[in-house]
């Protein structure tokens, strides 16, 4: 049965607070926080990880709960900083237990609040957690229900490590909630995974991602191995590279069709970064292995891209690349131009894969009843003209 809560702001939430969040402050600059605050230079380094843990590895929300740090700094530091989350507008649970958020945004300078959504899949062994970097999209993929909201603005590091903050107090995974929660998939955690393949390109976002993911990783708070955080990507070349060697997470790569024809269409960046140099990028990136492959996206269209002929292409299209394809079932949406393609012809499609020596599991879709499936995400957020983006 799928469950739909609408939610008002708890009470950590503050209309219209103009303070600096310290949340998705990299620590260099909480240290400049704490140095703007008046904490002496001897102290500073002490005082950062005092908070960072606090914020990162406890979960708190607010600076009184850091009974180690002195009352007069916690007292300044509440006065013009804040820890803050996004606001959850609306959150549904489907029927197999995938969670969806619609997060609204704190105010941009022109006083717009624009949403986002975020999606939790779990599973025996893993819990993923999929979220989105941008407002809108602006790559137009014709399959995508994101890709038919236009690009509002990029996220900032502190709205996209907000969502994992929210998400970590939403599955009660902090240590002060395990007590009364204590019984976590097999890998020990209910958040073991974190996919940037919500709403937005994150390479057309790189510095802020790349702060996030530093955050996300770092083994003193949220402590998620990097080989557990994947940036997908429709194929933005120029930073495919950059990404691997300054960021470093796992590698996802949108592909979906074994022709420029094709891919031009489902994938119009294609027309700028056509498949060549897509996966000439991907064989340069930095440490990509048989042990830490690149993940292939590609979704079944039904008398589009499924043909034998497309897999034994896709075959030739990944030799020398440590690869694996993940075989995405459509999932509709409403005016969607596409249908999902038989069973029969995505099983033959994998068979293929799978002989030539690529693993090819076909994603379960999860999610579709609350409209959370891959593809389908998209928020009612205002669009703005492109000269108004930031």
């Known amino acids: 049965m799928t469950t739909v809560v609408e939610r008002k ?30 904490v002496a230079e001897r102290q500073r380094k002490m005082r950062m990880r005092q908070i960072w843990h606090w914020i990162y590895h406890r979960g708190v929300t607010s600076f009184a709960a850091m009974t180690d740090v002195s009352k007069d700094l916690r007292e300044k530091l509440d006065e013009h900083f804040a820890i803050t989350r996004p606001e959850v507008v609306v959150e549904q649970t489907s029927s197999d237990g995938t969670r969806k958020w619609l997060l609204r945004l704190p105010a941009d300078e022109r006083g717009a609040r624009h949403e986002v959504e975020m999606v939790y899949i779990p599973e025996e062994d893993r819990g993923t957690l999929c979220i989105s970097s941008q407002v809108g999209c602006t790559l137009t993929c014709t399959f995508c229900h994101t890709g038919t909201q236009k690009l509002v603005r990029n996220l900032t590091a502190e709205e996209i490590v907000g969502q994992v903050v929210l998400a970590r107090d939403k599955l009660e995974e902090w240590p002060h909630q395990l007590a009364v929660n204590p019984n976590p998939p097999e890998a020990g955690r209910y ?127 990944l030799a020398r690349i440590p690869a694996k394809v993940n075989l995405i079932p459509f999932n509709p949406w409403p005016g969607a131009p596409y249908e999902c393609s038989d069973w029969e012809t995505i099983e033959a499609f994998a068979e293929i894969l799978n002989k030539a020596g690529y693993a090819s599991p076909v994603r379960t879709p999860r999610g579709r009843d609350i409209m959370a499936a891959c593809g389908q995400l998209k928020s009612e957020s205002q669009k703005v003209k492109a000269k108004d983006r930031v």
């Open 191 to 317: 958040l073991t995974n974190i996919v940037f393949m919500g709403m937005g390109e994150p390479l057309y976002n790189f510095d802020h991602v790349k702060a996030a993911a530093t955050i996300i990783a770092d083994n003193e708070g949220i402590a998620l191995s990097k080989r557990r955080i994947t940036l997908s990507t429709s194929g933005v070349v120029p930073e495919m590279v950059r990404a691997g060697a300054e960021i470093g997470t796992a590698l996802a790569i949108s592909l979906h069709a074994t022709t420029d024809e094709v891919r031009d269409r489902l994938v119009p960046l294609n027309k700028k970064h056509p498949l060549a140099e897509v996966l000439a990028a991907a064989r340069a990136y930095p440490g990509a292995s048989n042990a830490r492959r690149i993940t292939f996206e590609y979704v079944m269209l039904k008398g589009v891209n499924d043909t034998p002929a497309d897999a034994r292409r896709l075959v030739k299209l």
């Open 9 to 38: 702001p708890p009470p950590r939430y503050i209309a219209n607070d103009r303070r600096l969040s310290l949340v998705g402050l990299t620590r260099e600059a909480l240290a400049d926080v704490l140095e703007r605050a008046g």
